[in-house]
């Protein structure tokens, strides 16, 4: 396993997270500190074990496709930030 | 103090039932209560005083009208976490300080229709990220026992509701140990029943494989009582479990006879120190006078159970948490770029452990990484579920601690893996899937402390063997009776 240090300014990008300074150097002291730890789990010999996403029954969940009630326009756009009409209002995305 | 209040959920069912008291009346007492102690206790962000007086109404008109209601009456402190209609659903998180939910979590609504009566929505570790409450940006909560202690986290608010006699039943979720360990600070049983049980619908995600909603009591008997009523499948929640369930409050039992627990070899307590060890080779010995049987169990893969946890739930959080970006609900930042807008709103809106799980997660999931951890960590899941499952042939139960110690004073974990390092007997059981409880144990003055601080210890059973758990902690609870050696001195802490 890689114990690279983590690249904070660019995982923020990923993540869409703006940090200030004194986050970027805090943060990454701190998942550095966490990673050595899980660092850990390279002494486990996985190299025949499966992964496991979910413990409990895997299997595909189908729905029939029919129409039922759902949530109206009005009470979902009550909660939005901003809204236009009935639609959510968000900074322009394309530009001219 | 209104008696009422102390009265436990399966009490003020059978009372409000009988006609003995009317459900509004047990709403008024509460709410009063709540008045009175919970600028001390902190236990609820949002007290639902309106709502919770109308559902009074309504379970008295509804138990005239002969209707059956298996908790009518019975006060219920909700974790802020799970939505219900028209309240302001937090997460204890500024990015949804104002949000208002637009429908209702299946668990909370199956409560409800049993007569519940919604008192509040209680505080947490922001987004349930954390063990002690701290990490909430919205309020304090402290501990009944010791008001300079946490309650515990990250159901931490339901926790001290129900220490505090501010509800008889506290929704928790618990995703590595959030009910067990709020369960072991506060003096209750904390129930994480197995991963599917209750339909998690409602509940805002935080790790989807592993959290799971379950009750805050002050004894087993309610924790059955809001099992039997919450469990089942909802088609609502796809991962939610479709087969029947087998009550447990009928099942309840006073002996362990022909029951075999397993103790874990590697959850040595003399880790623990003289005291703690005593106190959980006793509750070892209980058990075996009940008449279980005790057989030495080995799960070497657990103590690799943290570092499974801290990649595993914070990809999945990261994942989770993506769909707060500032444009369908909560706090928006504005900026003249979307870019800009998203960064800046989660920058405001989250909190630093927050930030830090959705980093971490996000470079666990990121290209080149990924198989070195994410896939990593799956595989190491597998094999502490196997641990487990060869665990189980030997034994129908396993009994270990339910955390590493009693409840700390506030700031006493600032270093985020030292915090971690609170849910190290609770982390293995949740990436197995398993049903698991803490019930109390003992009492400890911790160093430093005044006042006595009760200790947990944790049950767990086999994949839908929740019968055979509640089962079983009812008869320890029975014969010990360690919750009740101690009332909670929050009249006395003065303001």
């Not at chain 2, 102690?37 to 639902?48: E, F, I, S």
């Not at chain 2, 909430?136 to 339901?158: E, K, M």
């Amino acid at each position: 396993m890689s114990s690279d240090t983590i690249d904070v300014r660019y995982v923020a990008k990923l993540a869409r997270i703006a940090l200030t300074d004194e986050e970027v150097e805090r943060f990454g002291a701190q998942l550095a500190d966490l990673l050595a730890h899980v660092d850990a789990l390279a002494e486990l010999d996985t190299n025949a074990v499966a992964a496991t996403a979910q413990v409990v029954e895997s299997r595909n969940v189908f729905r029939s496709d029919d129409p039922a009630p759902c949530l109206d326009r009005e009470t979902v756009l009550s909660g939005a930030p901003q809204r236009q009409g009935g639609f959510f209002r968000v900074p322009r995305i394309i530009a001219e | 103090m209104n008696e009422l209040v102390r009265r436990g959920a399966g009490e003020i069912a059978r009372a409000v039932r009988s006609g003995e008291v009317r459900a509004r009346e047990v709403a008024d007492a509460v709410l009063e209560r709540v008045d009175a102690v919970d600028d001390r206790v902190g236990a609820y962000l949002t007290p639902l005083h309106e709502l919770a007086r109308a559902h009074a109404d309504r379970v008295d008109r509804r138990l005239r009208d002969g209707e059956a209601l298996p908790l009518a009456g019975v006060p219920l402190a909700i974790k802020d976490n799970m939505c219900v209609t028209g309240t302001r659903t937090t997460c204890a998180s500024k990015i949804l300080e104002d949000w208002v939910a637009p429908y209702t979590a299946t668990a909370v609504a199956r409560m409800l229709a049993a007569g519940c009566i919604p008192i509040g929505k209680t505080n947490l570790d922001e987004f349930a990220m954390g063990s002690s409450c701290e990490n909430s940006a919205l309020g304090v909560t402290r501990n009944p026992y010791d008001p300079s202690r946490v309650p515990g986290g990250s159901s931490g608010g339901s926790s001290a509701a129900v220490a505090a006699c501010e509800a008889a039943i506290g929704l928790g979720s618990d995703t590595g140990g959030s009910i067990r360990e709020p369960g072991a600070f506060c003096n209750l049983v904390g129930f994480k029943p197995t991963y599917g049980r209750i339909s998690r619908y409602g509940l805002i995600a935080f790790a989807s494989s592993l959290d799971q909603i379950g009750p805050l009591t002050r004894c087993v008997e309610d924790a059955a009582l809001a099992y039997d009523v919450m469990a089942g499948y909802d088609p609502m929640d796809a991962t939610s479990i479709d087969r029947p369930v087998e009550p447990a409050a009928p099942a309840l039992r006073e002996s362990l006879e022909g029951l075999r627990v397993g103790i874990v070899r590697e959850f040595d307590t003399q880790k623990l120190g003289s005291e703690l060890d005593g106190i959980y080779r006793q509750a070892y010995r209980d058990l075996q006078a009940l008449g279980a049987e005790l057989v030495d169990v080995a799960l070497p893969t657990a103590d690799y159970g943290l570092a499974t946890y801290y990649l595993i739930a914070p990809a999945e959080c990261s994942s989770n948490l993506a769909r707060f970006d500032g444009v369908r609900y909560g706090l928006r930042v504005d900026a003249d770029d979307v870019q800009a807008m998203y960064e800046r709103t989660r920058a405001a809106g989250f909190g630093p452990e927050v930030k830090r799980r959705i980093l971490i997660g996000t470079h666990a999931l990121s290209s080149g990484y990924y198989d070195a951890y994410y896939v990593r960590a799956q595989k190491a899941r597998t094999l502490i579920a196997g641990d487990f499952e060869r665990a189980f042939e030997r034994c129908d139960a396993i009994a270990c601690p339910a955390a590493s110690q009693a409840a700390f004073t506030f700031n006493a974990k600032s270093d985020p893996y030292s915090m971690y390092m609170m849910d190290y007997y609770t982390i293995p059981m949740s990436l197995a899937g398993l049903p698991a409880l803490s019930v109390p144990c003992g009492w400890t003055t911790p160093p430093g402390g005044t006042l006595p601080m009760p200790l947990g210890l944790q049950l767990c059973a086999p994949l839908f063997a929740e019968r055979l758990l509640l089962g079983a902690a009812h008869a320890y609870e029975r014969s010990t009776q360690h919750a009740r050696r101690h009332e909670p001195p929050v009249e006395a802490v003065s303001r």
